[in-house]
């Protein structure tokens, strides 16, 4: 079976810009989540949908937003884009709602110039 | 607020020895533990999940222990090798899927 697949894998925007990243879980997991890595740091996390709702949310503006799909792919959309929006934005999935091993995707590199 | 440390931040040892990586958390209400390797520029592999209701874990060379009362896990690998050289990261997950991680510890296995 595939595991967690993101695109794309790189990406370059200017600041202000509006971004979209994508994530297709392992097939049969419900629960997707978003992390930022930010150079040199630990993922931050975003936010978790379970079911197509959000169950989660971390400190982030309301500039990122996500949703989920009848089909458990996600998206994470980052508007007004800043320089310190550049980082690796990671997706997980895992089977249940909590409690249960994550997988990681490759993740999606954002440069914002 | 949940904070999750890791030290030592780098660690350079020479191939076949045996080291330990430390994590510490600040809230010991955790469901689970899992410690995940990541390579430059590369996406997380798990590599050992620790329930809260266990003691430890075992994969290969990798054992990890868990002590929730002291807010504590080690990460041992036995005979290292270079291609263990990478960042070690600690995850504390405490609902709903959410994780916070530790900043890391970058590991170099010298040939």
């Known amino acids: 079976d595939a595991g967690v697949t993101q695109s794309p894998t790189h990406l370059i925007k200017t600041r202000g810009q509006h971004v979209t990243l994508r994530c297709s879980p392992i097939s049969g997991h419900k629960s997707v989540s978003w992390y930022q890595q930010v150079l040199g740091q630990g993922p931050q996390f975003i936010f978790q949908?379970?079911?197509?709702?959000?169950?989660g949310r971390g400190n982030f503006p309301d500039r990122f937003s996500a949703r989920q799909f009848p089909n458990y792919s996600s998206e994470l959309n980052v508007n007004a884009l800043l320089l310190g929006d550049s980082a690796l934005y990671l997706c997980?999935?895992?089977?249940?709602?909590?409690?249960?091993?994550?997988?990681f995707g490759p993740g999606t590199r954002l440069t914002v110039t | 607020k949940q904070e999750v440390t890791q030290i030592p931040a780098a660690l350079s040892v020479p191939e076949g020895e045996n080291l330990v990586l430390n994590c510490s958390f600040t809230d010991s209400a955790i469901y689970n533990l899992q410690w995940f390797r990541q390579d430059p520029g590369k996406g997380l592999t798990s590599l050992l999940l620790?329930?809260?209701?266990?003691r430890e874990q075992t994969s290969g060379r990798l054992n990890a222990s868990l002590d929730k009362s002291s807010g504590r896990s080690t990460l041992y690998i036995a005979a290292s090798q270079p291609g263990d050289s990478a960042t070690y990261l600690c995850?504390?997950?405490?609902?709903?899927?959410?994780?916070?991680f530790g900043s890391g510890t970058k590991l170099n296995v010298k040939p």
């Open positions: 949908y379970y079911e197509k709702e959000e169950r």
């Open positions: 997980a999935s895992s089977y249940l709602r909590d409690s249960y091993e994550q997988y």
């Open positions: 620790i329930q809260s209701s266990q």
């Open positions: 995850a504390v997950e405490y609902n709903f899927n959410k994780f916070y």
